[in-house]
């Protein structure tokens, strides 16, 4: 893998990882154009996982440090018996919705993890994958009228969006897309719902990276490939900063049909490949 190659792979994570496009399909797609074997850059996804980590960590810290501080002082309310207290702790109850919402897509992405592995052997259901996420940003374009936030938000919600966000673990369909429509099916507020899409992410991206260390370890790494791939998960950090404030504003502003076409063309242009091409 060269540096060039690490840069686009970081980009293309960064940006598609937090814009609706599918980070997932793009590289896949990237890595047969490349011809880059999977099994030699194992460890090289799971830093492109940590860099787009840090690009939320940066947007969200505040959210994040409040979470962090409210679990504290849950575990204590639990232990002197005052109980969870949601009503009376806004943050508290976000950081329930957010386990709640992870349980879903953990189960899915277990139990499932071979069947969406196995999809990855033909560039067809990526194709398919994308035009689904076409027709899911344009749904949501429709919805998100609602000026339901957390104080309204309630567990069958936080399940719902996690259970849409297990589905996106298929090839082609976007992360980010799918939970964000689940949220607006929710009749969630549309900026809080992205904030909620994001901060889910967390445990989402930091999970699927942990279950990736045991194979990319297995497959060990070639040491002269450091720098490239440092470059790749710095370029991924720095794009998925900009994707997540391109996100917010897109989705505030109602555009995101312009990503329903993109992802349309991509996905007819890969399946027509597929089909004829390949």
Not at 64 to 77: N, P, R, S
Not at 186 to 215: M, T, Y
Not at 227 to 243: D, E, F, K, R
Request: aromatic content about 10%.
């Amino acid at each position: 893998m060269t540096y060039l190659e690490a840069i686009v792979l970081g980009l293309v994570q960064g940006l598609a990882e937090f814009l609706p496009i599918s980070s997932s399909g793009h590289l896949a797609l990237l890595q047969q154009f490349f011809g880059i074997r999977e099994d030699n850059v194992l460890l090289f996804a799971v830093l492109l996982h940590v860099g787009t980590l840090i690009s939320v960590f940066i947007v969200y810290w505040k959210d994040i440090w409040e979470l962090i501080v409210e679990l504290l002082l849950t575990i204590k309310d639990l232990c002197s018996g005052k109980g969870l207290r949601l009503d009376e702790r806004p943050v508290r109850k976000l950081g329930v919705l957010i386990i709640v919402a992870t349980v879903p897509t953990g189960i899915i992405g277990i139990l499932g993890g071979d069947f969406f592995d196995s999809l990855y052997n033909s560039i067809i259901p990526i194709g398919v994958g994308l035009i689904i996420t076409g027709f899911l940003l344009i749904l949501a374009e429709r919805m998100g009228t609602s000026r339901r936030g957390l104080e309204k938000m309630n567990f069958r919600n936080a399940f719902f969006i996690g259970l849409v966000q297990g589905i996106a673990i298929c090839p082609g369909i976007s992360r980010s897309g799918s939970t964000l429509f689940g949220s607006l099916v929710c009749n969630l507020e549309r900026s809080f719902a992205v904030k909620f899409v994001f901060l889910i992410s967390i445990p989402s991206i930091l999970g699927s990276a942990v279950l990736e260390i045991p194979d990319a370890l297995e497959a060990g790494f070639d040491m002269s490939l450091l720098g490239p791939v440092l470059v790749g998960m710095a370029v991924a950090a720095v794009s998925g900063l900009i994707a997540i404030k391109t996100m917010i504003k897109i989705v505030s502003d109602k555009k995101l049909s312009y990503f329903s076409y993109y992802v349309w063309i991509v996905g007819a242009a890969v399946i027509l490949y597929g089909i004829f091409g390949a």
